[in-house]
């Protein structure tokens, strides 16, 4: 297995490449661009509900639905992803791709799991240090938090803060923020994100906290 790193990490650079090539070759004077994370990918799969429903599976989902609307719709966004197929992609690459871009905003998608079945709801994290872009970290984090609660029944964890790595490498560089869109130790929150329906309407909802 280690004899492929090389190959995936040539494959993240060609793509990364393409990106910007792509960024300067459009004319998005005025739009802003933002980086959608799908945590985890490859062997990484992130929680597994009892269903054997993934983690991996269910944000990148999401993230393709973000790109989608986005595309059909006159929006002031430009969008990219971290990853765009099943493909595991460090930490450090993620935060990479969003600072050569020079990102405007940085979303970190992700579900929850816990050993209490009961548990359940989203939760919104921003680091725990305070950096230059605090502020707009925790505007947007309650605005999602809130439109996902209002719109969708979500229940409220609320805004927390978090030291990972995502947000750390960010923390003066944009803002940035890590979502968890529910439990998928939780049937109910299980059922919910199973439908394309749902995960199409959660993409519809980030999306527009970013107006």
């Given amino acids: 297995m280690n004899t492929f790193k090389p190959f995936y990490k040539i494959l993240f650079i060609m793509s990364l490449c393409l990106m910007v ?26 929680a597994i509900g009892p269903n054997g429903i993934m983690e991996k599976d269910i944000v990148l989902n ?41 990102a405007d905003l940085f979303i970190s998608l992700h579900c929850n799991q816990s050993e209490n079945p009961k548990a359940r709801g989203v939760e919104v994290y921003v680091n725990a240090r305070s950096g230059n872009y605090l502020k707009e970290s925790i505007l947007l ?25 995502v947000l750390r490498d960010l923390v003066d560089f944009g ?16 059922i919910f994100l199973s439908f394309s329906t749902n995960t199409n309407s959660l993409a519809s909802i980030i999306l527009m906290c970013l107006i």
């Fill in 21 to 46: 090539l792509s960024l300067n070759s459009q004319n998005i004077e005025n739009k802003k661009v933002v980086v959608i994370d799908p945590g985890h990918g490859g062997k990484d799969s992130g």
């Fill in 62 to 102: 999401i993230a393709k639905a973000m790109i989608q609307l986005n595309t059909n719709t006159s929006s002031d966004f430009e969008i990219y992803l971290t990853r765009y197929a099943d493909t595991l992609i460090s930490l450090s690459d993620r935060t990479r791709l969003a600072k050569t871009l020079k």
């Fill in 141 to 165: 984090a309650y605005d999602l938090e809130k439109q996902i609660k209002t719109k969708l029944g979500f229940e409220s964890r609320g805004v927390k803060f978090g030291d990972f790595q």
């Fill in 175 to 190: 803002p940035s923020v890590l979502v968890e869109l529910g439990f998928l130790s939780n049937w109910d929150e299980i």
